[in-house]
């Protein structure tokens, strides 16, 4: 773990989830979002130099409009201070401070030069509750069909790909309070090469629309 009682900038890693309205906010008003935050905490957020200077801010991965989730990760930079760093009493601030729907899970430090945070994610984990479908039965049978197809060619942004081998994870889970049943996935989250609930959704005849859908966690590859 970084030295964290040195005078030089501090970058610190923050796990939170967003809840609520919060799942319709997009990724760059995210970025906005929490630039007010930490400003309304009076944390000194670290800027960029030059004409149009840029706060020191990344996320680790986009998320799509309507879904929730719990896993997801920022990095900000904080001007450099010789004070020792109070990580609890941060965490304390910025939630304080964030909006509703804004939880603010788990905040550590992170290595100053370490590579950035978007190319540490290789894959991501979600729960996709069907909301309109109550036949297990029938969820499974096309599950199994899914995961027995050796291609599931499709078109993105007028490409073509194969959806099939983006699924790393696909199964049933126990159902949710009220007899919903669940779906697990995880799917590969690289650049160029990204699967999506909602097409898998697709590929099981199964109308996004009707689901609930939360990411519930980011696999990073070793920094």
Known sequence: MPDTNRDEPWRLRIRFGKQ????????????KLWERTIRRARLPLLYSHGFHPQPKIQIASALPLGY????????????????????????????????PGLEIYRIETAALRGRALQTLVRSAEYEATLLDLADEQAVSGRLAALLGAESLPRERRSKAYDLRPLIEGLQLTSPDEEGHPRL?????????ATGRVEEVLDEMQIPPESVRIVRTDLIFEED
């Open 184 to 192: 697990y996935l995880r799917l590969t989250n690289l650049e160029g």
């Open 20 to 31: 609520g309205a919060l799942r319709y906010t997009g990724h760059l008003d995210l970025h």
């Open 68 to 99: 929730a989730s719990r896993a997801e990760l920022i990095d900000i930079w904080l001007e450099k201070t010789s004070e020792q760093l109070d990580l609890p009493a941060i965490k304390v601030t910025l939630q304080k401070a964030a909006p």
